[in-house]
């Protein structure tokens, strides 16, 4: 009877040890899956080299040897290395570099780089969106109500702009030769970073319309005109005539503004737009620092010579925090539920804006991502009639269009202080301790009936005031600036429509952008499995089973 009970707890260990091994794999696998959801290159692969293991860093990278131990390390994962980033990698002497592979998933090839030591992160490059879509691009007669809004016609007073202020756009290219472009357009240092195309030249005219609001050429009678009149366009294609790309393409054209400023410190380039984005269930805390797109910003947020002007989304979803519901009603580009939006969830870059959108009637724009900490400020984004493609003029609707309202006004604050070094961190500091937080409405409500927004506005600072902001530069020399009293925030219980219009268009939703969890084990996982082997020893030492009903 002795030999069978210990029989029988034996028998019992081995089936709990068995059950306890499926749980823990269950646990470790999961989180190893979650990069293969989304919309990304297939075959196609982001690495991030350490920089303290080995001789395998940036130091070394661009010479033979270190090229010959990146090719073989691909090789090794079945891929060839296809670009090095090393230009960007300066800021912390990592490595970032694109590897392809014509065999291998993109699935299968990260968990092979995952194995190398000299490998920090591998990541799917994913596909990036521009953020709006227009409604009527054939000419038509509107008025600029924007820059009203934000008082940059108060601000022209004492500038309406300088031709040696250059600002870069990472868009889908510009229409150059347009009537109210190409006086302003940098032909000379633009550039084409997307994959089949010969040059910058837009195809969809989102980039064309964010440049007529940043530096439309003013007072010359045709059409309309920027916020600043005269600051030079570098325009940068990272997305395609459909409004698509890939990170590698952001990427590229970032590392190239980095060169530019680099390679000239006499350049005057105060602010760079990026209104584009996408979607990955990877938290902001766990792509800080590891992040080849988070990398390349930080480069060039490290050097404190240009604003980072990032447009929110318009997924009408709180940036910063896990979306509460997956959206992809209106569009095949959508997220799924537990995703943030990138880059505008990024956290612990020092120079970049985050920008939310409003009406007309200063109510949130019904789509606008929303965060009363993590978007500093808010601008119009309905209806905004700037350049289209064929020399024409559109409205378009979008935080991308709000975006580059406040791009062209950090150029205009530069414009009218050219003879004074003036840090990114400062105009940054500017533009949101000036901003009118009498016009930061409550957040939208549409999200869902089951996820109600409360109790929070769109932005952290309200709209953006050039005028204000203009003022504060001339008579605060302290580069430490005070918040100014301002009137308290509108009521929440105030509605919040959207400025009516025809044929308002839908907006786009952007998929995945940045890589989701790579399968590492930590110690929440840990934990986990020690719990459920604590629980499982006492069940086998009580001589409980499992038993059918």
Known sequence: MKTKNVRSFGFRCITWIFLLFAVLGTLSAAPEAAYALGDYVEGEVLVVFKNDI?????SVMSDETGESRVKSIAASAGAESRVLYNALSEVDRRAIVLMKSAEKTTEELIMELEKDPNVESASPNYRVYALAAPNDPSYVDGSLWNLKKIRADLAWDVTTGN?????AVVDTGIIGDH????????????RNFTPGYSNYIDGDGHGTH??????AVGNNGVGVTGVNWEAKIIALKALDDNGGGKVSNVIEALKYVKDLLQQD????????????GGWSKATPSQVEGKDPLWLALKALDEINRTVIIVAAGNEYS????????????????????GAYCYPASFTGLDNMIVVGAITQND???DYTNWSSEAVHV?????????????????????????????????????????????????LKEIICTTANRGINRRAPTTISPQYPVTDTTVSKYGLLDVKAAMDALTNLPSPSLPLPPQPEPSSPSQPSPSQPSPSQPSPSHPSPLLPLPQGKSDSSGCNSGLTVFAVLCVLTAWGLGVKRR
């Open 378 to 426: 808010v601008a119009p984004g309905v209806n905004i009639y700037s350049t289209w493609l064929g020399n024409r003029y559109g409205y378009s609707t979008g935080t991308s269009m709000a975006a580059p309202h406040v791009t062209g006004a950090v150029a205009l604050l530069t414009a009218a202080h050219m003879n004074q070094s003036i840090s990114a961190k400062r």
């Open 363 to 365: 109510y949130a724009y």
């Open 318 to 337: 709180q940036v910063g925090a896990p979306a509460p519901i997956s959206i992809d009603a209106f569009a095949s580009i959508g997220h799924e539920r």
């Open 54 to 58: 080995g001789p395998l860093n940036v």
């Open 265 to 276: 410190s006499e350049l005057v380039l105060p602010a760079v737009n990026i209104s584009l």
């Open 163 to 167: 031709s040696n202020v250059h600002v």
């Open 179 to 190: 009537p109210d472009l190409a006086k302003n357009f940098d032909a000379g240092r633009s």
């Open 210 to 215: 964010v440049s007529g609001t940043i530096a």
